[in-house]
């Protein structure tokens, strides 16, 4: 009986032991990469050009009006003029409108209410087969989005993907990304979700970038159209031949 005691209590003193190493290398890898999309709470949401505003007034109904945010990030409303929207949160432009209304109202009860929003979208460049905006889904990641802009072409280097996002003091932050990785079952590739305005860039493989050198540095800038140039090159490195 003691022996059954023993081997039970070194079972799980390994099994305690191996989900604690599990948890260890989930938080490293979590730290590593600064976009990874495992936040304790959703961001709040900040005014973009484009977003449609419902501005109600509880006490002053009369004055109640839906606005759209211009693109220099302004809005213009009644007895006060113009305010900067963007770059708040609704709750932070309801206090700054109250605070407005103040002098024009004897009691300014006001609600911001964000009807439509503007910038649930992502950009995707490079080698993708559609350039441009993509809806921003719930929970998309990266390969979601090249998906959703045709794939990739043949030139595309999947592996060295770069997401580029707005960092905390307004500068861009960016990470690689391995759509193969994402593919193929990588925790770490499938952990990352987009949010609005993130910018998803494909790049060329090496072969299409020496291709593109090519074609540009002797064809187009030397002039050499159509004239041998004598010598061969190898794109091998490893081929000694």
């Known amino acids: 009986m003691k022996s059954f005691a023993v081997i039970g ?34 961001p709040v949401y900040i005014i973009q050009p484009g977003d449609q505003l419902d501005i109600k007034f509880f ?47 004897r009691k300014p009860v006001i609600t911001v209410i964000v009807k439509s929003f503007a910038s649930q979208r992502v950009y995707i460049g490079g080698e993708v087969n559609r350039q441009g905006f993509v809806n921003l889904a719930p929970g998309m990641s ?8 045709g794939g990739l072409k043949e030139t595309a280097d999947p592996k060295s993907v770069l997401l580029i996002r707005k960092g905390p003091g307004n500068e861009p932050v960016s990470v690689r990304v391995d759509l193969n990785g994402a593919l193929y079952g990588s ?22 970038e020496a291709n593109k050198f090519v074609k540009q540095y002797i064809e187009d800038l030397l002039l050499f159209r159509g004239v041998s140039l004598g010598f061969s090159y190898d794109l091998n490195p490893n081929n000694n031949n």
């Open 9 to 42: 209590m070194v079972t799980l003193a390994f099994m305690s032991l191996a989900v604690g190493c599990t948890n260890q290398l989930q938080n490293v890898s979590r730290r590593e990469n600064p976009l990874m999309a495992t936040p304790e709470k959703p």
């Open 59 to 105: 006490y002053n109904p009369e004055l109640n009006e839906s606005v759209t945010v211009r693109p220099d990030g302004k809005i213009s409303v009644q007895l006060v003029d113009e305010i900067q929207a963007v770059g708040k949160t609704p709750a932070q432009l309801d206090d700054y409108l109250t605070d407005k209304y103040s002098g024009e109202l």
């Open 142 to 149: 990266p390969l979601h989005a090249v998906i959703e802009a």
């Open 187 to 208: 925790d770490a590739q499938r952990l990352i979700q987009l949010q609005p305005l993130d910018v998803v860039y494909v790049p060329k493989t090496f072969i299409a």
